[in-house]
C-alpha cells in the first residue's frame, strides 16, 4: 500500500486538493465543488448555431457545455428520459456472479479469492451505485468514479465509491486521452488513468467514431431541441386557437393620431386577460372564435414531435415497438424490437462486466491476496426467456431413449436457470438409470403358428 499511497498523494498534489479526510485508508483525490460550480445553466431557447458551438467546443476536448445541455434536454423531455432510463435500469436490475472460465464446477480453484471479493461488494451499496453510475456511460461516451479504499482492518477493501460528474473530464488534445479538468478554461490536464487502482473508468464503444466523439449526446441533444421547438410552438398555437379573435373597428377620422391606435390595441389585450375594458363610444369591438383552424396545425406538431421521438427510441433502444405501439405493429415485429433491445442490452452487459473485472476484482485480488493470486471474472448475468414447454419437448426429442445424441446437463440446467443440485439438497425428478445396472431385456420366443 505505500507505493499506493505515494501515488494518490502525487495526484492529489498535482490536482491542488487538500489531504485526506478519514480515519484510515486512502482519502478521495478528488474534491467535492460547490453547487454553484456542479454545473452551468443553458436554459430555453436553444438556437441550432448554439448547439453546434457545443459540439465544437466538445470535438476540441471540452464537452462540458454539451454535458450540460444533454443533462437539461433530458430533465426537459419525458420521452428521452424514459428511454435513457429503460436501458439503465435494464442493466442496473440485473444480479451478478464470480466465476473463473472454463472451470470444473467441482473444482475449488480460485475458491478463497472468489469468496474475499463477492464477500466485500454483495451487501456493499455504494458499489451497486457505481454500476448505476457506469449503466450510463453510453449517453456521454464514458463514466468515472473514484475508488476509496480503506485498511484499517489489515485488508484493502473499497468502502465507497465516489462517483464523478462526466463534464469534470475532456479530452488531451495532443493525443485524445481522456483526462480530469475541473476548469475547462486551465490548461492543467490529470492523466487520472495512470494512477493504479484507483478510478473505474468506463469509456464503451456506441458508435465507433474518435473517443472525443463516442456516446449519443450528439444525436440526442439536437433531436430533444427539435421536439421542444416543436412543443413550444404547440402550446403557443394552442393559446391562440382556443381564445376567440378580438376584433376592433374604429373612425379614422377621429383615431388619426398613432398612439389612439396603441391604446385601442391595449383595450383588446385586456379583454383577454381580465375581460374588463374601458371603450370609447367611437369604437366597436366584436370577437369571432375560430373555425377548426387548430386540427391540422395539432396534427403537424404532433406528427413532427412524435416522428424524432421514434428516431430517439432507435438510437437509444434499436427499437420502437416497447416504446409505443403503430399501425404496423404485430407479434412478429415486437419479437424483432425485443432481439434488438437484447443486443444492446448483452453488449452493455459486456463492457460494464470487463470494466468492474478490470478495475476493482483485480486490484482487491492484487492488493490482498499478491499479483500473482487468481483473479474471478465478475459478470451480470442475462437470463434469456426461454419457452420452458418447448425447450424440454425439444431435448426429449433431440437425446430421448429412441436419440443417440448425448448433451451436457450442466447446459440444459443453464437454459432453464436452475443450479446444478448438491449431495445433500432435496431434488425434483429421477434420476436417469446407470446403464450398468439396467438389465438387458430378454428377447421373446416366437409365438406359434
Excluded at 403557443?236 to 379614422?252: S, V
Excluded at 448433451?407 to 438409470?433: C, F, H, I, S, Y
Aim: glycine content about 8%; charged content about 25%; proline content about 6%.
Amino acid at each position: 500500500m505505500g507505493i499506493f499511497n505515494s501515488l494518490a498523494n502525487g495526484l492529489r498534489s498535482a490536482l491542488g486538493l487538500e489531504k485526506a479526510a478519514r480515519s484510515s485508508g486512502v482519502a478521495s483525490v478528488v474534491t467535492d465543488l460547490p453547487l454553484w460550480n456542479q454545473f452551468t445553466r443553458i436554459g430555453g431557447g436553444v438556437t441550432p448555431a448554439q448547439v453546434s458551438t457545443f459540439i465544437r467546443l466538445a470535438d476540441d476536448g471540452r464537452p462540458d457545455r454539451l454535458i450540460d445541455l444533454a443533462n437539461e434536454s433530458r430533465q426537459k423531455d419525458g420521452h428521452l428520459h424514459g428511454i435513457l432510463q429503460s436501458r439503465e435500469l435494464a442493466v442496473q436490475g440485473l444480479d451478478w456472479e464470480l466465476f473463473f472460465p472454463d472451470q470444473d464446477p467441482e473444482s475449488t480453484y480460485g475458491e478463497r479469492q472468489k469468496k474475499f471479493v463477492e464477500g466485500a461488494l454483495r451487501t456493499n451499496e455504494p458499489f451497486h451505485r457505481m454500476l448505476a453510475h457506469m449503466s450510463g456511460a453510453f449517453y456521454p461516451g464514458f463514466a468515472v468514479s473514484e475508488i476509496l479504499w480503506d485498511s484499517s482492518t489489515g485488508q484493502s477493501l473499497p468502502r465507497d465509491f465516489k462517483n464523478i460528474d462526466a463534464r469534470r473530464f475532456g479530452f488531451r488534445r495532443s493525443d485524445g486521452r481522456l483526462i480530469f479538468r475541473d476548469d475547462p478554461a486551465s490548461p492543467k490536464e490529470i492523466d487520472f488513468k495512470s494512477v493504479p487502482n484507483k478510478f473505474v473508468c468506463s469509456q464503451p464503444r456506441i458508435n465507433g467514431d474518435v473517443e472525443v466523439r463516442e456516446g449519443l449526446m450528439r444525436p440526442l441533444v439536437w433531436a430533444a431541441m427539435f421536439r421542444n421547438w416543436s412543443l413550444a410552438d404547440w402550446l403557443k398555437l394552442g393559446e391562440i386557437a382556443w381564445k376567440p379573435q378580438r376584433i376592433a373597428t374604429y373612425d379614422r377620422t377621429q383615431f388619426a393620431e398613432e398612439k389612439d391606435v396603441n391604446d385601442l390595441i391595449s383595450i383588446l389585450r385586456a379583454l383577454t386577460s381580465n375581460g374588463v375594458a374601458a371603450i370609447p363610444n367611437t369604437v366597436e369591438i366584436g370577437t369571432e372564435w375560430p373555425q377548426g383552424s387548430g386540427g391540422q396545425g395539432k396534427g403537424n406538431h404532433e406528427s413532427l414531435r412524435d416522428h424524432v421521438g421514434r428516431d430517439m427510441s432507435k438510437a437509444v433502444l434499436g427499437q420502437t415497438e416497447t416504446t409505443e405501439a403503430s399501425a404496423s405493429s404485430g407479434y412478429a415485429q415486437a419479437k424483432v424490437g425485443e432481439r434488438k433491445e437484447d443486443m444492446i442490452l448483452k453488449s452493455d452487459v459486456r463492457n460494464l462486466s470487463m470494466v468492474v473485472t478490470r478495475d476493482v476484482i483485480a486490484p482487491m485480488v492484487a492488493l490482498n491476496f499478491g499479483d500473482t493470486a487468481p483473479i474471478p471474472y465478475f459478470r451480470l448475468i442475462v437470463k434469456d426467456n426461454v419457452n420452458l414447454k418447448a425447450f424440454a419437448e425439444g431435448i426429449d426429442k433431440l437425446a430421448g431413449p429412441n436419440v443417440r445424441l448425448r448433451l451436457a446437463a450442466n447446459w440444459v440446467r443453464k437454459q432453464v436457470g436452475a443450479p446444478t443440485p448438491k449431495d445433500d439438497e432435496e431434488v425434483v425428478g429421477v434420476e436417469p438409470p446407470d446403464p450398468e445396472t439396467v438389465p438387458e431385456a430378454t428377447p421373446k420366443e416366437p409365438a406359434e403358428e
